[in-house]
């Protein structure tokens, strides 16, 4: 699987940016899609995620400010962010699930990074 990542960017807080995972490759057994995050000297943490069947999570922080979504299933994925602050500066990164014949395995994207301006 092959995750390719775009629309992070330079924004000034309050504003928005929408972020696009297209996975490609094998495909068949993805299971879910998420966004991380990692912003420096701090770990990586989850944002959101996506199920095949539409479920979905927020992280505290990103909660009704933030949404995800999916196309052609959750083959692509896009993480609407809003009202956007400077702690939301970071390298966001898509991951994807794959679960095949109860072999699971992770796969990520190469990052975009968004940077929020006070």
């Known amino acids: 699987v092959h995750l390719v990542e775009s629309g992070g960017g330079l924004v000034q807080a309050g504003g928005s940016l929408r972020l696009s995972c297209a996975a490609s490759?094998?495909?068949?057994?993805?299971?879910?899609m998420a966004w991380y995050r990692q912003a420096p000297g701090k770990e990586r943490e989850l944002i959101s995620f996506i199920t095949s069947d539409g479920n979905t999570f927020y992280r505290d922080s990103v909660k009704g400010r933030f949404s995800i979504s999916g196309d052609n299933g959750i083959l692509t994925v896009y993480l609407q962010m809003n009202s956007l602050t400077p702690e939301d500066s970071a390298v966001y990164y898509c991951n994807a699930d794959v679960k095949c014949e109860k072999i699971i395995s992770h796969y990520w994207g190469q990052g975009t990074q968004v940077t929020v301006s006070s």
């Open positions: 490759g094998d495909t068949t057994c993805i299971s879910d």
